[in-house]
């Protein structure tokens, strides 16, 4: 979705924010100035992939999964919604799909909950002033070993660029962990990763 709605306007765009976004989704190496060119070949790949979302949908069902929504719908649903309003031929290139976009004003409809505008320091502070409620969850099938108290870092295996996040397993699971770690600006915090897409190492 990001070569997508990036790529045609990369450079129109804050040459920042283009530097930072290209490292984050295509890796330390990525140009998003090559992008365009290679527009068809990405389309094709979205295309593919929108129609198993299209062939399950096709059987009348509401959502991913039956009548309600759940996980798998957020999951599409924020790619859907990306791509949609950042893609200024999405409405074209999404006509082929009706059941993803009946599917998609159903998840339109649901809503969002509220908000409070907050700047960066008022969050900061308010992570400061509180306490974590991430109980110590352990794993004892876990292949790496890991139990909560043991100090590790996560890292995406993506290279991105980003640095390792460091800390003291609080929680983990087959498909997430959870670092308890100090910050100077928010003091104790506990992180929260998938475990597929990261490695974690044991420090």
């Not at 649901?110 to 306490?131: C, D, N, R, Y």
């Amino acid at each position: 979705m990001f070569r997508v709605a990036f790529g045609p306007v990369a450079d129109k765009l804050p040459p920042e924010l283009v530097a930072d976004r290209a490292r984050l989704y295509l890796g330390s190496h990525g140009d998003l100035a090559k992008e365009p060119a290679d527009l068809p070949h990405t389309l094709a790949q979205l295309r593919a992939q929108l129609g198993w979302v299209e062939e399950r949908l096709s059987s009348g069902r509401q959502y991913l999964l039956g009548e309600e929504p759940g996980m798998p719908d957020l999951l599409v649903w924020y790619l859907v919604w990306f791509f949609r309003a950042r893609y200024a031929k999405a409405a074209a290139f999404l006509a082929e799909f009706p059941f993803i976009n009946a599917w998609a004003d159903r998840m339109i409809a649901i809503g969002h909950g509220s908000s409070s505008p907050m700047t960066p320091a008022e969050a900061l502070a308010v992570a400061g002033a509180t306490e974590t409620e991430t109980l110590e969850i352990s794993d004892p099938l876990d292949p790496q070993g890991l139990k909560p108290g043991i100090a590790a870092s996560v890292t995406p295996i993506t290279d991105s660029g980003e640095k390792p996040v460091t800390g003291t397993v609080r929680a983990l699971g087959r498909d997430v962990i959870a670092l308890l770690r100090e910050h100077p600006h928010c003091g104790r915090v506990v992180v929260h990763f998938p475990r597929v897409g990261y490695r974690v190492s044991i420090l």
